[in-house]
């Protein structure tokens, strides 16, 4: 198995949580979730917004931090920030989430934030958005955070070039992208395009497979059908070469979604996430030749 380090990210972990629905919360509590995280191998864990809202009322921040120590998990991903370059009502419900996960990101010591575009797909000013875009990396940055903007292919930020391209107009070292592989496959990006990614703009990577042809919507297809590592049709080991070129050397998050990853028992879910994940990343690739890396 590999010895690189693995990060559940919320959905992997979330039980019986509907993702498409009102109210995303996940069933389980904390404790059991990160448990089964630790012991499948994982040292990181992610968790969305409205669960950190439950665990804080239960356990306090306090209590979250002890759960994480308790468990090994030392990278902690926080999600999701949209809206944030909005105005009016959006604006003030995202300002109201991006308080919540910046105080908690300085409190637990979280490693990034995941922010994404407009999923109704509206016009995106590039000079409004970057210069939202480096208000929020400084905010992040100032309590030890980076922020990811995960490209979406049926959003206005749909592939890495458009999230590397709002990163680099915003200028600030805490912004970058996380590069969900669900998301390069079904925007047509070649695998090897990812060795060309600025090591600096690559705040996370998450792992994940799917089949060849989609199902229903592409969001439809990302939330109730993605396959397990390897049991899919993306080349994975394509992918993570190219990423490996770029630099990356994790960690490596893992994200599972699919009906029939809700209805397993958590640590029966965990630990098929990590297995087929590990097993992936422990096999050997061969070096792309890309010429010389970028910063």
């Not at 949580?17 to 191998?41: F, I, V, Y």
């Amino acid at each position: 198995m590999t010895t690189e380090d693995l990060l559940a990210t919320c959905w992997t972990t979330a039980g019986a949580a509907d993702p498409a629905g009102a109210d995303q919360r996940s069933p389980l509590g904390l404790r059991e979730r990160a448990e089964a995280a630790s012991a499948a191998g994982f040292t990181g864990f992610g968790l969305l917004h409205a669960d950190l809202l439950v665990a804080e009322r239960e356990h306090g921040l306090a209590g979250i931090r002890s759960i994480f120590a308790d468990n090994g998990l030392v990278h902690l991903e926080l999600e999701a920030l949209a809206g944030w370059w909005a105005d009016g009502p959006l604006r003030a419900a995202s300002d109201a989430v991006r308080h919540d996960l910046l105080r908690t990101a300085e409190a637990l010591g979280a490693r990034h934030l995941k922010i994404h575009g407009d999923v109704e797909d509206g016009p995106l000013h590039l000079d409004v958005w970057a210069g939202e875009l480096a208000v929020l990396a400084a905010q992040a940055d100032a309590v030890g955070a980076r922020v990811g903007i995960e490209f979406l292919p049926w959003s206005n930020v749909r592939t890495v070039h458009d999230g590397l391209r709002l990163a680099e107009a915003a200028g600030h070292p805490a912004g970058g992208v996380i590069i969900d592989v669900w998301h390069t496959e079904r925007a047509g990006t070649p695998a090897a395009e990812l060795a060309d990614v600025p090591l600096s703009r690559i705040v996370g990577v998450e792992l994940d497979d799917a089949d060849s042809q989609v199902l229903g919507t592409l969001y439809e297809d990302t939330v109730r059908r993605r396959r397990l590592c390897g049991e899919g049709s993306f080349d994975l080991p394509g992918i993570i070469a190219a990423l490996r070129a770029a630099g990356w050397s994790g960690p490596w998050g893992v994200e599972i979604l699919s009906d029939a990853h809700r209805a397993l028992p958590v640590r029966e879910a965990a630990e098929a996430a990590y297995r087929t994940a590990a097993a992936l990343l422990a096999e050997p690739v061969e070096t792309l030749d890309t010429g010389p890396r970028r910063p």
